[in-house]
């Protein structure tokens, strides 16, 4: 069985600032990796290349069928087809939420599926709802995401995600912009998805969590994989001395 | 002013207001399309050149000198009374319009540019990342949010319209201020005529303020209404 998501010597640069230097990384279908590194080591970049939001310099991208190599750092027309498609096949769910802020809470989860999907209307709303029920957050379906508290919001964004019906989901560090107290409503929510046996790739600064609830972790440094592993491994047993200092300086801070 | 007096000349100016309201909506109409266009053509470099350039002529002189330009000058060119294009031209009407229309896209297009500018970046990243092509995100994520945030200043620039048709009563039409000019050459009761054609301009700009403000809040009612 192919990968859901796999990613071979992916390279991006910004100037003179080479954030990713040649990243290999496959998710299998009901994995759940979770990226870890400073800030500045390339997680969020490489995170965020798969549906191309940043197109990477060289390398490949593939998700399910479909299959990328840009090069020069933007995509063609024809590509631009490729990536839409591979990017239906992906929910995403972001730092700062991203709700759309002129449509309530159900019509920023039927969005996609209604206008790209083209599914029938009343079919979506129907999933929609039971993926409000699943996120605590059926009563404030016809709520604006400018009343909601930002976890709230978050696991709106997180329903929405779901209602494309992905293959895989990915976070891009999804309770850094939350209330410390706001951040745990938010993790059980991700952590029920993983029970369910979803394939997800998430960024995270919460270790804990992510000793927790993925099967394998990759800590990146400086563009590259440093190390990569079961949680135990990587959390308990680094290799590599960079990891290692990453790792107990976050659970010192912690303690 | 008798009463008698004031119902005649109201009588007579609002003979007027149909030409009023057809060169306000339909100025507003093609300014709005065109100002549309012309934040468009920003997305290329010389496209942003010519529309910065467009929107510099246009809202920079006044738009009485735009009418003379375009009723009076065109006509001094042979190859404009010579082409298909010139029973318009000869027409007061078309000349104003067409004034009116180019005035107002400047205008607009800055108020338009403003509230694309105001589009939250993610929220657009969201919607491409759904995997919408970029005229749905337009259509259904960055024109929404961008009307909804231009609607305060745009509503400024409807009533301005419908004020700014008043410029027109020059090149000889008779909507309400050049009736009203009319009769005060008959008549001579200046101050009288000219306050009920002011009268008749007010209440449309009330009429367009309630309008809007009531627009504003189906529109964004999550600025209006407590958490539920």
């Known amino acids: 069985m192919q990968p859901a998501i796999s990613v071979k010597n992916l390279r991006k640069r910004f100037g003179d600032n080479e954030v990713l230097r040649g990243i290999d990384m496959a998710a299998q279908d009901g994995e759940v990796i979770t990226l870890i590194g400073?800030?500045?080591?390339?997680?969020?970049?490489?995170?965020?290349?798969?549906?191309?939001?940043?197109?990477?310099?060289?390398?490949?991208?593939t998700v399910g069928d479909d299959h990328l190599a840009p090069t020069g750092g933007h995509l063609s027309r024809r590509e631009e087809v490729v990536a839409r498609r591979m990017r239906g096949h992906l929910g995403f769910v972001f730092q700062g939420f991203n709700l759309w802020p002129h449509r309530t809470v159900l019509e920023n989860v039927i969005e996609a599926p209604i206008h790209v999907q083209k599914r029938p209307r009343a079919e979506?709303?129907?999933?929609?709802?039971?993926?409000?029920?699943k996120v605590g957050l059926s009563?404030?379906?016809?709520?604006?995401?400018?009343?909601?508290?930002?976890?709230?919001?978050?696991?709106?964004?997180?329903?929405r995600a779901l209602a494309q019906r992905p293959r895989a989901i990915l976070f891009d560090e999804p309770t850094s912009a939350l209330d410390p107290e706001l951040v745990g409503e938010v993790l059980k929510v991700i952590r029920a998805l993983a029970e369910d046996g979803r394939t997800?790739?998430?960024?995270?600064?919460?270790?804990?969590?992510?000793?927790?609830?993925?099967?394998?972790?990759?800590?990146?440094?400086?563009?590259?994989?440093?190390?990569?592993?079961?949680?135990?491994q990587v959390f308990g047993n680094p290799v590599s001395d960079r990891c290692r200092?990453?790792?107990?300086?976050?659970?010192?801070?912690n303690r | 002013m008798s009463m008698d007096f004031f119902l005649t000349t109201m009588r007579q100016l609002l003979a007027g207001l149909p030409l009023t309201l057809n060169l306000g909506i339909l100025s507003l109409f093609g300014g709005g399309c065109l100002a549309l266009l012309l934040n468009l053509m920003r997305v290329t470099r010389t496209g942003n050149a010519v529309a910065s350039g467009y929107v510099f002529l246009f809202r920079g002189s006044p738009l009485l000198i735009q009418i003379f330009m375009i009723y009076y000058g065109l006509a001094t060119f042979g190859f404009v009374r010579h082409s298909f294009l010139w029973p318009f031209f000869r027409e007061p009407y078309w000349c104003g319009l067409l004034a009116l229309i180019l005035n107002d896209a400047a205008y607009t297009s800055e108020i338009l540019r403003g509230g694309l500018r105001a589009v939250p970046k993610g929220a657009v990243e969201a919607a491409r990342v759904s995997g919408m092509t970029w005229p749905t995100v337009l259509r259904r994520v960055i024109l929404p949010i961008a009307f909804r945030q231009a609607l305060p200043a745009y509503s400024s620039e409807v009533i301005s319209m419908l004020k700014a048709t008043a410029l027109v009563s020059t090149i000889t039409l008779m909507e309400v201020t050049g009736l009203a000019r009319a009769l005060v050459s008959e008549t001579w009761r200046a101050v009288e005529i000219f306050l009920c054609a002011a009268a008749i301009y007010l209440a449309l700009s009330l009429i367009v303020t309630q309008a809007t403000a009531w627009l504003e809040r189906r529109l964004s009612p999550w600025q209006f209404e407590g958490n539920r």
């Open chain 1, 245 to 253: 200092a990453f790792v107990s300086g976050h659970f010192d801070r």
């Open chain 1, 139 to 159: 009563e404030k379906r016809d709520a604006w995401p400018a009343h909601l508290s930002g976890g709230q919001q978050q696991r709106v964004a997180i329903a």
């Open chain 1, 38 to 61: 400073a800030s500045g080591s390339g997680k969020s970049t490489l995170l965020r290349s798969i549906p191309f939001l940043e197109i990477p310099d060289s390398g490949s991208i």
């Open chain 1, 200 to 232: 997800m790739v998430i960024v995270t600064h919460e270790m804990g969590f992510a000793r927790e609830v993925s099967s394998r972790t990759i800590f990146l440094n400086q563009g590259i994989i440093e190390e990569e592993g079961t949680p135990d």
């Open chain 1, 124 to 133: 979506c709303i129907e999933e929609a709802v039971a993926l409000l029920d």
